[in-house]
């Protein structure tokens, strides 16, 4: 049973920068595709961004390119989104999320959930 565990969100500014970490316990990161998932207040969870088993592939979904980094770290077993040029509408709890097979943009595929992190993005 995989535990996924967030920190590293905060309150900032809009054009700030800021990490979110997710660590993984239970199994290992190389051996799930991962994603961040967010959702705002009054909104429906959407896809953010998403990597591969090895990390040698990533998606993102189209608001956050070229802001958003998501990375894996297989040595601490923890998977990063680095998030550049805040913006106040990425104000959402950020969640991570592990499934076994290929990555995906869909959030009911994932096994494993993390209990989300929030961000807010002030203007």
């Known amino acids: 049973q995989v535990q996924l565990l967030e920190s590293g969100g905060g309150l900032v500014q809009a054009g700030d920068s800021l990490r979110l970490s997710c660590v993984a316990s239970?199994?290992?990161?190389?051996?799930?595709?991962m994603s961040w998932f967010r959702q705002a207040p009054g909104k429906e969870r959407e896809f953010v961004a998403a990597?591969?088993?090895?990390?040698?592939?990533?998606n993102y979904e189209d608001s956050v390119k070229g802001r958003f980094t998501i990375s894996k770290d297989i040595a601490k077993n923890t998977v990063y989104l680095q998030m550049n040029s805040l913006k106040p509408e990425d104000t959402a709890i950020y969640y991570c999320a592990a499934k076994s097979t290929i990555k995906s943009r869909v959030g009911d595929e994932y096994d494993y959930w993390g209990q989300g992190t929030q961000l807010t993005v002030s203007s």
């Open positions: 239970g199994g290992t990161v190389s051996s799930y595709s």
């Open positions: 990597i591969s088993r090895l990390g040698l592939s990533t």
